[in-house]
């Protein structure tokens, strides 16, 4: 909601309210309600929580209040163009609750009568990008940056995006970022299993980028790179579809942007303990609040340490976080937020390439077991490091014109060596062949992205205008040893402890990325009509660097330039229930390094994506929910996959499309119950093979660990009165049908590809507000979530014979939380 200038009327009634409330103000409010900026409100009678959530969001205001106060109570209607305070009087009338304020501004909410107890707060602060405080209270996230780098509704934006929030992944106690979007359609994020080492993606089939506040992360080449730590985010985007207009270098299938935790105007402390399977050992703080009287400084510390074991036998899974970020706002117009964040993971990796047979199928021998290593315990090692440092920074010039700048430098060395299974010995015996590598790699991104936006009119159309310039730099340096290893039986375990045979140097090579784009993007209003126009142009310039390796003595040097223009439009008519249909169009464009030279494949050719999508969204005013619907068709040109003959290569293949429908639902239905379902139906196709030997076939194949169809559910209900107020459950389904793990054909069984999938696990909560028995408790939260319930036992996927994936088995963990 942009900015309106003062407005100095205000009606007997709303008077009438504020002279009532007045002995509850102190003197910060005592100056008359019509001094106040005033917004539009349009909130039909609904919850009293649901309207303080609204007038929070659409008034940038903090609105500090006890749950228990608001639990129950409904609010009228409140409309009109008021400030604040006149707003949140109409909404407050008939509850018995007057508003406060602290010498800071922030809105407090007391009962009427004298001596009430004081039952802790909740924040609301319509400040954030994502609605923080929506994203800390429900499962609805109402506003987002991902898909239009400005703050607007998810309704209003013609493309379709899920947001993840905070109580989401508190709520189902989420470990990573692939298991914070298992409820989420058109994205798959487990085909490699239980995976320490990496998180890979697939949206609408392709594999995304992951961005952290709108800027590039080092998740590198094959997600060898760094891994996110749930904790310490607020929320996670996933924005689907091309969006190389706002972003450059990006795939078509969409991208995930990660939002960081902010430093919060009010205070806020929370210490979190968790205990489970694998002998999981984790302490999490997250403190944050205003560092001075006038909030010109405010913070925010998260941090957690973790010692851990894994589903596979003597791997450890250990991480230390560090999060520290200060905000300062000089005036109302200006804000600085420097963020940094250090992660330390060491251990082993569950990446273990187990073969097909004994595990997807039936052996002689037996069934290998998922808790298998098929490593070496004294060999294997896995060691990363991330480190981020950077700032957000924010210039309103007048009405019109606010500035940006994000920046942001980041870095990560991981080391990880480990043995692995490739394949039995022979077809008569049990015995497991191993191989081994060696890999260090240091990946680093420089990214600065400079905004400009203005807010205006012309005639009766209402502009939101954003203009850029952005830069980045990727460095990769990358060094892997390949070798041989003594065999091992993975069904009794014997030879886990083997011996390293000869090695080779199978890469080595270091790889620069500049890439510079200039975009523009207008968001257009007339009446119901929305508009959204933006066009962008690439220029990207890379540097191969390749030293002498096991295949080629020589240095090679290859230079790279690509440029490229792309551009988006959609159109929405969003109708005064909140239901808006819209149609729109992308492009997508990414510069591809190859980490590999061969003689057929020395350079490698940018991918090109187009997509052209239609969707319903409904967002009913007032209501804690958001339904959407979308069909789309979606096309890819010099696709990559991984080479059937060596999956530590890439090779690029011919174009591949993708069309599918994605459905999603959120929604709080009642104080008590809050629910979220999703189903995906994505019909892939290689349509142009890319292969040079009839050894292979892959036109007319689906696109690897992409599933047909993807459905889940969950429910949450929670009890807020009687002898079980305060106790709650939760009980969620997922299913995931089939999928291939390579889209290539082969007359050899060692390559051709392998169908997976037809699996639904269950997830299950019980949760309890300790603060219930007794005012001593307040603020005392526990939970334990089991995540693959039944412990169902099954292969995600396979790539090859010789490299399948088990699915995490039941992880149980236990879950003990104080706020004040």
């Known amino acids: 909601m942009s900015r309106r200038s003062p407005r100095f009327a205000v009606s007997p009634l709303c008077l009438a309210l504020l002279l009532a409330g007045a002995p509850l103000f102190t003197s910060s409010v005592s100056v ?341 290593l098929l490593g070496d315990p004294d060999f294997d090692k896995l060691r990363r490091e991330t480190f981020q440092l950077g700032y957000l920074f924010e210039h309103r010039l007048n009405d019109t014109w606010t500035l940006r700048q994000n920046l942001r430098w980041s870095k990560v060395n991981v080391e990880n060596r480990s043995a692995y299974g490739n394949g039995y010995v022979s077809a008569t015996s049990p015995l497991l062949a191993r191989a081994t590598s060696d890999i260090k790699r240091n990946l680093q991104i420089f990214n600065v992205d400079n905004q400009a936006q203005a807010n205006f009119n012309t005639g009766a159309l209402e502009h939101t205008l954003l203009m850029g310039i952005d830069y980045r730099r990727t460095g990769l340096l990358n060094t892997a040893v390949n070798g041989t290893f003594t065999s091992m039986n993975p069904y009794t375990g014997a030879g886990t402890d083997g011996t390293q045979g000869t090695t080779r140097v199978g890469r080595d090579l270091y790889q620069t990325l500049k890439q510079t784009g200039i975009y523009f993007q207008d968001q257009i209003k007339l009446d119901h009509w929305i508009v959204t126009l933006g066009g962008r142009y690439d220029r990207a310039d890379a540097d191969s660097h390749f030293r002498p390796d096991g295949s080629n003595p020589t240095d090679r040097y290859i230079p790279q330039d690509d440029d490229k223009g792309t551009w988006r439009g959609g159109l929405g008519y969003l109708f005064d229930n909140g239901l808006m249909p819209y149609f729109s169009y992308s492009q997508s464009f990414d510069p591809m390094l190859n980490t590999s030279v061969s003689a057929t494949t020395p350079i490698f050719k940018p991918t090109e994506g187009e997509q052209y999508e239609a969707g319903i969204k409904y967002q009913p005013p007032g209501q804690d929910s958001f339904i959407t619907a979308s069909v789309y068709d979606l096309k890819q040109k010099n696709l990559t996959t991984p080479d059937p003959l060596n999956i530590n290569n890439t090779v690029q293949i011919g174009e591949a499309r993708s069309r599918g429908l994605e459905l999603e639902g959120k929604a709080v239905l009642n104080d008590n119950l809050s629910w979220l379902a999703s189903y995906t139906y994505t019909d892939s196709e290689v349509t142009k093979s890319g292969y040079l030997t009839s050894l292979y076939r892959d036109k007319g194949n689906e696109l690897p660990f992409t599933p047909r169809h993807q459905a889940s559910t969950w429910f949450d209900y929670t009890v807020h009165d009687g002898v079980l107020d305060g106790f709650g459950l939760g009980l969620g389904a997922r299913y995931t049908g089939t999928l291939w793990g390579s889209s290539v054909s082969s007359t050899s069984a060692t390559v051709n590809r392998i169908k997976t999938g037809n699996i639904t696990v269950f997830d299950g909560a019980v949760h309890y507000d300790l603060g219930k028995l007794s005012q001593g408790l307040r603020g005392t939260r526990v939970a334990v979530n089991a995540s693959n319930l039944f412990d169902k036992d099954y292969v995600t996927a396979c790539t090859n014979a010789s490299a399948c994936y088990f699915g995490p088995r039941r992880n149980v963990i236990a879950t003990l939380t104080y706020d004040w």
Do not use: C
């Not at 399977?277 to 001075?292: A, M």
């Not at 390439?353 to 199928?361: C, E, F, K, N, R």
């Open 32 to 372: 008359a309600a019509e001094t106040q900026a005033t917004y539009s409100f349009n909130l039909p009678a609904a919850p009293l929580a649901t309207t303080l959530g609204r007038i929070a969001q659409l008034s940038g205001r903090e609105i500090v209040y006890a749950p228990d106060l608001v639990s129950g109570r409904q609010a009228p209607a409140v409309q009109g163009e008021l400030s604040t305070e006149v707003a949140l009087a109409r909404a407050l009338e008939g509850s018995g609750l007057a508003l406060q304020s602290t010498d800071g501004g922030v809105l407090t909410l007391k009962p009427l009568p004298v001596g009430a107890l004081n039952l802790g707060d909740v924040n609301i602060n319509g400040r954030s990008q994502t609605d923080a405080g929506d994203s800390n209270q429900t499962y609805v996230a109402k506003r987002s940056r991902g898909a239009t780098k400005t703050d607007t509704p998810l309704v209003e934006v013609p493309q379709s995006i899920s947001v993840v929030t905070r109580k989401q992944m508190d709520d189902q106690a989420v470990q990573g970022v692939s298991e914070a979007i298992r409820y989420t359609p058109g994205v798959y994020g487990e085909f490699t299993g239980a995976n320490n080492t990496r998180e890979q993606f697939r949206i609408r089939g392709f594999s995304p980028y992951v961005f952290q506040d709108g800027l590039m992360l080092p998740y590198g080449e094959s997600g060898q790179g760094s891994v996110a730590e749930p904790y310490g985010l607020q929320s996670i985007e996933v924005v689907r579809g091309p969006s190389s207009m706002l972003y450059g270098q990006s795939r078509p299938g969409g991208l995930i942007n990660l939002t960081s935790k902010m430093p919060t105007e009010t205070p806020l402390h929370q210490v979190q303990v968790q205990g489970g399977s694998h002998d999981l050992k984790q302490l999490g703080f997250d403190f944050g609040g205003p560092l001075d009287a006038q909030n010109t400084l405010s913070y925010r510390l998260t941090g957690l340490v973790k010692d851990s074991g894994t589903q596979v036998d003597h791997v450890d899974n250990n991480r230390q976080f560090i999060a520290p970020a200060l905000t300062w706002r000089p005036d109302d117009d200006t804000t600085l937020t420097v963020l940094a964040q250090y992660q330390r993971d060491w251990g082993g990796t569950t990446e273990q390439y187990y073969p097909a047979s004994g595990t997807l199928h039936a052996s002689p021998w037996g069934h290998i077991s998922s808790h298998t």
